[in-house]
């Protein structure tokens, strides 16, 4: 069974520039969410996806954007980069039945931390 | 605005005994709870579970206690090990949710031995 793999898993970035991380799901779930955690700070949700669309978003802003693959695979994509947006940037997945509420555990990643400088 | 809380960044305890993880909650509506671990450079893994219909769920070395009148919980691990030394966060959700976590902000546990 093949856990959930990110990448890249560190990348520098300047401010303005755009960003697209990669995730794929631990074989046999078909829910991804995108934490970011900030140095200190405990995980904050971005958004999750299922079947291939947005089920669930957090305070983030537009420029923050996903997408999920029919292989249940999926992106975060950041544009116009700010320095806050240095941060280590998870993705977990998780199994889910139906379009309800997310109650199992997430298996998470070992995330991809971005640097903007 | 943090809706859940760890409120001691770091603790430090002898090999063998008892660890306790505090972590408190504003939002009653949080329903389902979840602690993880965390080492160095890796994603968090979970530990354990409890949902607000239980005071207290219990899996070998770990229990999780849930006090909803307090908006508490705590996680015990006993007997402490070295290999537990890492940043462990508490998370809830509830019904309103939207299928967000809220994470805390994590404990540091060194077990010494």
């Known amino acids: 069974e093949t856990g959930v793999t990110q990448s890249p898993t560190h990348l520098i970035k300047t401010r303005g520039q755009q960003v697209t991380l990669r995730c794929s799901s631990q074989?046999?779930?078909?829910?991804v969410s995108w934490y970011q955690q900030a140095l200190g700070q405990g995980p904050q949700f971005i958004f999750q996806?299922?079947?291939?669309?947005?089920?669930g978003r957090g305070n983030f802003p537009p420029r923050f954007s996903g997408l999920q693959f029919p292989n249940y695979s999926s992106e975060l994509n950041v544009n116009a980069l700010e320095l806050d947006d240095s941060a280590l940037y998870l993705c977990?997945?998780?199994?889910?039945?139906?379009?309800?509420?997310?109650?199992?555990?997430?298996?998470f990643g070992e995330g991809s931390r971005l640097t903007v400088l | 605005d943090q809706q859940v809380k760890q409120n001691s960044p770091s603790l430090s305890v002898q090999e063998g005994r008892i660890s306790i993880l505090n972590c408190d909650y504003t939002n009653s509506m949080f329903d389902y709870f979840l602690w993880y671990k965390k080492y160095p450079a890796e994603g968090p893994t979970f530990l354990i579970s409890i949902s607000s219909i239980k005071d207290k769920n219990e899996d070998g070395r770990f229990t999780v206690f849930l006090n909803k009148s307090a908006k508490h919980l705590s996680l015990h691990i006993v007997p402490s090990q070295p290999g537990d030394s890492a940043v462990y966060f508490c998370?809830?959700?509830?019904?309103?949710?939207?299928?967000?976590?809220?994470f805390g902000t994590g404990t540091s546990l060194t077990v010494i031995p």
């Open positions: 996806y299922y079947r291939e669309e947005e089920n």
């Open positions: 998370a809830a959700s509830g019904p309103n949710s939207g299928n967000q976590f809220y």
């Open positions: 977990a997945s998780s199994p889910k039945t139906s379009g309800g509420r997310n109650t199992g555990e997430l298996f």
């Open positions: 074989s046999g779930h078909n829910t």
